[in-house]
């Protein structure tokens, strides 16, 4: 008997070794360990055996069940598997195909130039001022040293809505504004970003509207080379680690002494290409040493108090690090040129 | 103002320098060259040629064949077109193997049988710009006024080697104005000496106040201190020399003959302008100096009547006007071929004078342009000698005794004290007393020092140094910018960083980008009847539109009072292009409030708005298309305004907005003000635009700012530890009941339990009484102290219902 059960062994390991269904394998389970299969009918037939024998019989009995038992389970789950696999193929998809947009706006490449030079300078502790967009007279030209018949006038081209009153032609009205409210006469660190206007023919390189950010610190001791220094450390901060900046000798009738500022060409790096027009510079933004009579107008003592100023224009800063042509693409909105900014 | 390089040479020593290395200085210390222009254009091969002969071709009436002697050891047949060509000329002579501009290169040819051996030139063909030949020569050769030796270098002769830098200059720097001014600059960018011109005039016995007298009127005093009147007799108006004509050429200016070329030598070499009147034709022995009669008019030099003001300073002869101060000459005393006396004018006429009669009358001149920033006092009478003593060597005239002049004029320097810790202190340097006297010397400006600093003395050349900061200026300039030390400010701390209102408009914007809303900026000047398409956002009872004064166009006359107008341009721009759909949104200011008074600013209030038109949400491939509505774009608005934190207190009803469609538009209210609205653009102003379908809101930002700025902070609140019961129900009303107003009610008839309310459905149509539609809310219901039982929420629930049919007639949905 003991023969027998090694022969039913084998015969029911073949047969879950053949299996291909989990159906087969339930087959191979009725047939070998259900009530009518043969390893029952061994067991049913030990009455006839010794005593000796009979345990004997009986454990090869349980192990040869057991070890079916096993493998039709290690069958069973394997044929799971397999089973669940070709499901899941079947439902496969094209991972390819586009996922579903979701809907995607963008901020105006000239408010990324101006929150960018807003954060700039607020890591250094300046805040932001704004100020009125019609002006009068005296905050956009007197109080800024432009004396009624000054000479200097004639730069700027002037909306002006009455004898009084016109659209400012920059953004420093907001310097001796800020200067005038701060009745304590504390320090300023500001920059003051916004919108101007002057009496230009709209072309590839004029606006009659166009956007600037100014800059204003004063307090006891603020001298010229911090002001170079606050300056190099804002262009390389928004332009690149490697750029330099070049001052320059100018005239502007609210600083003196007035700088022109260059920074070096991205395009060349300083050797001279077209970008920079051979010289390897390029000119950013316009600064200098406050001018006596404007502290004085915006009730800081010149004896006391001194400051510096700059302003640059958010257009011209926008064209540098997008590397556009035309001034007008600003503000047609096509939306071909405003989804392009769509990167931090 | 143009610069010729080898002019500049005379002055100052700058041999070692090319032109190019002069500009760099120039530009680097704060005298822009904006542009170097080479006076020669590709010219090689020309000659100074003698026309021996001259005739008539035998086959061309318009031709002359002339024998030139250009220095070789045959003459040359050279067949010329040019009208003015004539025997015994000095001309420039293109010889055979020449090249002039353009490349184009000489050959000998035939012209009409006849052998030309090269080409006698004109100006043009040399390379000179029209404008400023001498009319003469304009349609034919140029004709050297003098004896040459055939063969020299007509290259060398005209100075076509020259190189003229145009300056850009700042307002401050009139002294540029001249070449010795820039000769000053030079010299003290590289501490040398600038060369003393010759001024000495050799004068003839009689006195010039035998002839003329000089009279300013007491009201013009002011207007003019000096005026100067140089008598010269027995002049010959003749051309200029070569050497003459074409350093004024290389300026900019056209030669005329060679007493007015001497007073535009000496207007760029001193900066001072002069006029030459012919003394016989001065209608007078008076040089009366008075403001203008009202209605006065004079001819001046050009031809034009100009009708003057009392604002305008003239000269007169006692009578009449014969000059526009310091703008221009009057023609009847204009010096001709024929002139032989001549009073030279030498003043001082301040520069608001100037600027104001320039500006009325509309002329600009080399002269105004000077006197209007303001000409150095020394030099007039220094200018005067030095045009005198060029006049009588070039038109061979006597210079009377004189000047006959007025003179109330103040040459003296002006003082100014500074100190090296001054200089120092604002400039963060560490100069030394010897550095700082060294650039002092350079710039010439005398000065004392002693123990607490130095007195400057500034010459009257430099009318730009008046105060301390000035000063400043010069010695960081010249010390060079770049050798100034970089710090940073040692500001008593600031905090910095953007305000409350500053973030919430940031955070605003980027909340709308993230939903799909990409940002626009438009201009704000429009034309009044683009701006009256939509009502103004802005708050108040005047809101009469703000006009420019003289507007460039009607486009841009108005300042807006509404953004809608431009975002909907920036629609319709975008639609001709093909591009459909369109999500923008504007942040800016809007202005209102006529001015009451001419110095009453108009309110500005930042306005947001948006359009919307096509498709919000496309997946082609899905087929997936959902066109703007006015749900999506009122969606948009509603997370906005929870972004702000104003959830609570932003309300929206049913309104009418000029513009906007009637029956798809909400008044939006903030605490119960109307901000602005939500809805479609009326059809009428879609069709008037070329637009369909676009769904747009403005909205006071400013008050939405402020009310976000002022909101209360987040607070937490506890999670509920009980659960909630969700009952729906759905309701038939009158189709005119709201959405609103049914949630208001829902919330009125319930107690505490009530915890929330959202509509899950809209219905009209079959199965419903004409007239009534149907809403379904969802109705939350918890008691934060206990678990609630159905029957707790049933009594609530069905409490509500039964309030509703009392209140609004609403009755529960069966079918």
Redesign the interface.
Known sequence: MLDRLGELKNEALAKVNDASTVKDLKDVRVSYLGKKGPITEVLRGMGQLSEEERPKVGQKANEVREEITTKLEEKEQHLEAVALEEKLQAESIDVT??G?????????P??SVI?TV?DV????????AEG?????DYYNFEALNLPK?H??R??QDT???????L?RTQTSPVQVRTMQNNEAK??I?IVCPG?V?R?D?DDATHS??FMQIEGL?V?R??????L???L??FVKSYFGPDRNI??????FPFT????EVDISCAMCGGDGCRTCKHTGWIEVLGAG?V??NVLEMGGYDPNEF?GFAFGMGVERLAMLKYGIDDIRH???????F??QFDRA | MLVSYEWLKQYVDIEDLSAEEVAEKLTRSGVEVDFIHDMNKGVTGVVVGHILTCEQHPDADKLSLCTVDIGEEETVQIVCGANNVAEGQYVPVAKVGAVLPGNFKIKKSKLRGETSHGMICSLKELGFEAKVTPKEFADGIYVFPSVIEPGSDAIEYMRLYDKVMELDLTPNRADCLSMLGVAYEMAAILGRDVNLIDESVVRGEEQASDYVSVNVKDDATDACPYYGATMIQNVKIAPSPTWLQTYLMASGVRPVNNVVDVTNFVLIEYGQPLHAFDFNRFGSNEVLVRKAGEGETIVTLDGETRTLSTDHLVITNGQQPVALAGVMGGADSEVQDDTTSILLEAAYFDAPTVRRASRDLGIRSDSSVRFEKGVDPKRVPAAADRAARLIAELAGGTVLQGPVAYDELNVEPKPLDISLQAINRSLGTDLDEDTVEAIFKNLQFAFKGDENGWTVYIPTRRQDIMIEADIIEEVARLYGYDQIPTTLPDVSSTTGGLSVAQSVKRAAKQYLETVGVAEAVTYSLTSPAVDDTFDTVAKGENEARAQVAMPMSEDRSTLRTTVLPHLLEAVRYNRNRQLHNVALYEMSSVFTGESASPSKQPTETRSLAGVFTGLWHENSWQREKKPVDFFVVKGIFEGMIQEMGLTERVTYTAGRHKGMHPGRTATVYLDGENIGYIGQVHPQVEKEWGLKQVYAFECNLSLLIDAASNSEPVRYIPIPRYPAIQRDVALVVDENTTALELKEAIYARSSNLLKDVSLFDVYEGENLAEGKKSLAFSLVYRDPEKTLTDDEVKQEHEQIIAGLETDLGATLRTE
């Open positions: 195909l586009p579903r947009p979701v809907p995607r706006g963008n901020r105006h000239l408010s929150e807003e300078f607020s890591g250094m502790g300046f805040s932001v009125p967009e019609v002006e009068t018949e000479p200097a004639d730069m909306f002006f809505l009455t004898k009084e009153l659209l504390e320090p660190k919108k206007y009496r023919e009659h509207q610190v307090d001791n603020i001298r010229m080379s911090d170079k220094g606050v190099e450390t070049r001052l320059r000798p100018s005239f003196e002494p007035s700088a040493i001018h006596p001194s600003f503000y047609t909105n096509d939306v071909r405003l989804n």
